[in-house]
C-alpha cells in the first residue's frame, strides 16, 4: 500500500503560481511512477503530468506544457506540481497518483490515489 497525502492548493488569481505538493509513505516511493491529474466539477479526471521512478523522464498534457513543471525528491518521498501562469480553467481538484501499470496517461494506470487538493483560479 501506498498512502498520498496532498497539499497547497488555494485560491489564486489569473497568472498566478502554486507549487502542490504529494507526500508519500507505505512501500517503496521510489519503486512508483507518479502523476497528478485534475478533475473539474462536472467533468473527467483528466492527466496533467508524470514523472517517471528516477525522474528522469517526465509526461505533460498539451495545455499544461509550458506552465506546469512535475519534479519529484525520492530522499523526500514527495512530488512536486509547479503550475505557473494559471488559468480559469485550471480550476479542479487536483490529484497524486502513484503507478506501476503501463499506461502514463490514464486513470487505470495508477494503483494509489490521494484524497486530493482543492485549486481556485479567480478571473
Known amino acids: 500500500q501506498v498512502q498520498l497525502v496532498e497539499s497547497g492548493g488555494g485560491l489564486v488569481q489569473t497568472g498566478g503560481s502554486l507549487r502542490l505538493s504529494c507526500a508519500a509513505s507505505g512501500r517503496t516511493f521510489s519503486g512508483y511512477r507518479m502523476g497528478w491529474f485534475r478533475q473539474a466539477p462536472g467533468k473527467e479526471r483528466e492527466f496533467v503530468a508524470a514523472i517517471g521512478r528516477s525522474g528522469v523522464n517526465t509526461y505533460y498534457a498539451e495545455f499544461v506544457k509550458g506552465r506546469f513543471t512535475i519534479s519529484r525528491d525520492n530522499a523526500k518521498n514527495t512530488v512536486y506540481l509547479q503550475m505557473n501562469s494559471l488559468k480559469p480553467e485550471d480550476t479542479a481538484v487536483y490529484y497524486c497518483?502513484?503507478?506501476?501499470?503501463?499506461?502514463?496517461?490514464?486513470?487505470?494506470?495508477?494503483?494509489?490515489w490521494g484524497q486530493g487538493t482543492h485549486v481556485t483560479v479567480s478571473s
Open positions: 497518483a502513484a503507478g506501476s501499470r503501463p499506461s502514463v496517461t490514464v486513470v487505470s494506470g495508477y494503483e494509489y
